[in-house]
């Protein structure tokens, strides 16, 4: 059985910076893109970023670029998003997938099962 788990979400300021990890089991890891989604209260999820199977390809949200790092340890079957310059638009709840293209890219992705999601809560 596939399990996603977030975790490092919480309460910081504007400017501020937080690192989420997910960590999985149950999944041939390194052989899957893995992306992560955020969702505001009374919006959609929406895409954050992503990253290919094999670390190479990143894709990020143009509402992030530059601010946020996609990153994996396939020894530890763990994805990261690395969360700098924080605003309080970054404010949602975080969710990690898997991509079974290994591409990562969310505009030809194919995804998985989703974590439970953990709270980013950012005061201006």
């Known amino acids: 059985q596939v399990q996603l788990v977030e975790s490092g979400g919480g309460l910081v300021q504007a400017g501020d910076s937080l690192r989420l990890s997910c960590a999985t089991s149950g999944l041939s890891f390194s052989r899957y893109g893995l992306d992560w989604f955020r969702q505001a209260p009374g919006k959609e999820r929406e895409f954050v970023a992503g990253?290919?199977?094999?670390?190479?390809?990143?894709y990020y949200a143009d509402s992030v670029k530059g601010r946020f790092t996609i990153s994996r340890d396939n020894a530890k079957n763990t994805v990261y998003l690395q969360m700098n310059s924080l605003k309080p638009e970054d404010t949602a709840v975080y969710y990690c997938?898997?991509?079974?293209?290994?591409?990562?890219?969310?505009?030809?992705?194919?995804?998985?099962?989703w974590g439970q999601g953990t709270q980013v809560t950012v005061s201006s």
């Open positions: 990253i290919s199977d094999n670390g190479y390809s990143t």
């Open positions: 997938t898997y991509d079974r293209t290994g591409w990562g890219n969310p505009r030809a992705a194919d995804f998985g099962s």
